[in-house]
């Protein structure tokens, strides 16, 4: 006898779900701060059959509650939530929705400490070239149509390189360069540094400077960096005022003696002592490697992603760095986790969640030009890491459909947070999306652009099937310029794989009349 007919057989009127108001509770996460983690093992099939159990057993005494009250008591990271005072018999979505405003302090935006210096990030992090795309391949003067010189005055040209803080070879801005076996990676390093003829295209000196500027606050942090960030003669100020003037000559000077610098301070290991006393990455770090990897390998080839179909489930739209950084301190994401992205496209947020949080990381995509860039990023974040002596995560992505592929299926019984862009999803993907969510551990955080959930859903004894009962709903806001398609904000998602609450249903409501 199934649960559902022996609730009506003992009464004419079915169960009703008991309304519920909205409260606003703090929980902080203990376990994020102690390092202890915790886990649930239950799934959704193995609460099914432990609520059919009991009906068979029904007119004995009851199960005790104390395992899913400690499990409720188990910490986690430190947010706003709307629990319904009915939380045993409804979803935490109510009819009345609301959405929260957080504040969020400075040590919650932190994630778990990691390890952030790649092992062999030192003077010796061997002295062959590796491959990268440079600056001079993605803008010189082989596009006449989109690039002019930088300094025309300079008719001998102006060769620029850029030392990191890592890897003994730098980047190179300018004109051309020997290519080897037609790779698109440069391994010369003579060339003319220029500027875009159109406002919007890639501007090699802004990412020279913005460079520099990152390096200066992050890796110089309890250094005397004076002499770089003086306001009247240090290095930053005087490379600006050769720009202003159009003075190559001055410009390539100064650049020489930022290299000098910095190839010193990377031979007495200055640099390697600053990464050892890192536990996280600040985000204006993380756009800056995530930007350099974008503009070298996407830009130069985004016209490919315009041939996405609308009013289908294959329409186009990124989450820009902040937003992707904020679900991850509202998740928790820390080293430990596994983090999975449907529908990742050119793989943005895949290759983030590995740099910032330093996880295990996995992405699927079908459409093939997104797929092709995805893959071309994480050869080239791979190679940024090294410039910027960092370790990732790993980065796993696969082409083809995530409802379909094995490898993302094994993925999504181990991971801990799961990303859905739906924003243009179909209903029918939606509901086959939310089925597939039953085989998720328990605990997993799900977030999307769309509720999963519909508005108003409660448990009640006519619905105890559906794959809504196991997922406990938050509504939350973005705002602006936190994704592609729109200045404006909006609301996002965050579902919680949580089968206990149909077993507190049953407990609660089984011996009802």
Known sequence: ??????????????????????????????????????SVTSHSDTALSSIQGRVRKVGKSRTNR???????????????????????????ISSDRRVIRQKVDQEDRRPRIRYLRRQTASPEDGNRRFQMVHAAHIASMNRPSKYKLAFPHDTGGTTVEVQYPSAPDGEMYGNQGSLRDGSPYLTSCSFDLVEPSQSDDFKPLDD????????????????????????????????????????GLLYTSIMREWNEAITR??????????????????????????????????????????????????????????????????????????????GSGVGNVV??????????????????????????????????????????GSINLRRGDFLETNAIHEALRRADVVLVNNQAFTPELNDRLTNQFLDLKEGCQIVSLKSFVPTGHKINSRNLNSAYNVLGVVERRYFSACVSWTDAGGSYFVSTKDSSRLRRFAEKNLGRD
């Open 1 to 38: 006898m199934s649960l559902f007919n022996f609730i009506q057989k003992k009464g004419s009127k079915p169960i009703p779900p008991v309304p519920g108001s909205i409260r606003r509770e703090t929980i902080h996460n203990a376990s994020a701060r102690t390092g202890r983690s915790y």
């Open 265 to 342: 301070m990377k031979q007495n290991g200055l640099f390697t002592d600053v990464l050892d006393k890192m536990d996280w990455l600040d985000l204006s770090l993380i756009e800056r490697i995530l930007t350099q990897t974008y503009v070298r390998t996407v830009s130069p080839r985004v016209s490919t992603l315009r041939q996405y179909e609308n009013g289908t489930d294959n329409v186009y739209g990124e989450l820009l760095p902040k937003f992707a950084s904020e679900i991850f301190r509202i998740t928790g994401l820390r080293p430990d986790h596994v983090f999975v992205d449907l």
């Open 208 to 247: 020279i400077t913005e460079t520099l500027e990152v390096i200066v606050t992050h890796y110089m942090q309890g250094l005397d960096a004076s002499k770089f960030t003086d306001d009247s003669h240090g290095l930053l100020r005087r490379l600006k005022r050769a720009r202003e003037k159009k003075d």
């Open 351 to 392: 290759l983030q969640a590995a740099l910032e949080a330093g996880c295990e990381s996995w992405g699927c995509e079908i459409m093939e030009n997104a797929c092709l860039l995805a893959e071309l990023q994480e050869q080239e974040l791979k190679a940024r890491c090294r410039l910027w002596g960092l370790f990732s």
């Open 66 to 92: 104390s395992l899913h009250d400690n499990t409720r008591r188990l910490k986690r990271p430190s947010q706003s939530r709307l629990i319904s005072d009915s939380d045993d018999s409804g979803s935490e």
